[in-house]
């Protein structure tokens, strides 16, 4: 009697699990769907050269593109070498302190904060008191600041994977640590490290709220030609599109967000070509 009944609560538990797992591919199948089905009409290459315009049928993506990789760029240029620094000091240098114990509670605090705070941050810092204003310099900062505390954990994460067993090894054999690390910890660790590094600047690529709050424009005719440039990215191109009330933006807005999950699919890809390519090299 108890084993029936222990068998169909696993049963239970098991349909419950797979549902979890079903329900969100479904919505994702639809969703994605429903955008490439609105985004037929428009998906050409003239429309990913072409400049925006206040008529929907000739109105393109070409600036929001180019902002979005130069603005992907200067934030990865800026956020991988500090976080990966960072996990480093924190794994292999730091030591167990009161102080180190709240650093690391920080950085994770810091992972979970709404992106919007980030936004108001860097409005504060980087646009009114750096003065550089609405520069791709600032939304760069300000993205990496967004994304800095996932890579740190991340990287943390992964260097944390790497048995001590090679690190005592190595100083046995009279290697200093930074001789370990760098050719024996960073080497094992470098898949989980770069994976997670890729993850977080794709997720930059999608986020809106930060780069809306430090004032980035939403209508901009030519491309960002250097630093201290305006610029606008393809979130907030898209976000632009889907205000207006004519329904032709409807389509073109679905053709941006087309456009924008294939760069987070070849992004992701990437990090898992690379994450495999080490790992074999490693094993």
Known sequence: MHQRKGRYRESFFVGLCAGATILPLVVLVVLVGDVLIDSLGRLSLDFIRSYPSRKPEEAGIWPALIGSLFLI??????????????AIYLEEYGRKSRVANIIEVNIANLAGVPSIIYGLLGL???????????????GALTMALLILPVIILSAREALATVPNALREGCFALGATRWQTIRRV???MAAPGILTGT?????????????????????????????????????PIQIFNWLSRPQAGFVTDAAAGIVVLLVILLVLNGFAIYLRNRLQKRIY
């Open 198 to 234: 890729i993850l977080s600047v794709a997720r930059a690529i999608g986020e809106t709220a930060p780069l809306i709050t430090i004032g980035a424009l939403t209508y901009v005719g030519f491309l960002p030609d250097g630093l201290l440039s305006p610029f606008t990215v393809l």
């Open 185 to 187: 910890v960073l080497p």
């Open 124 to 138: 504060e810092i980087f646009v009114r008191f750096a003065h550089l204003g609405r520069s791709i310099l600032a």
């Open 73 to 86: 760029a200067v934030t990865a240029a800026i956020a991988i070498p500090v976080g990966i620094a960072a």
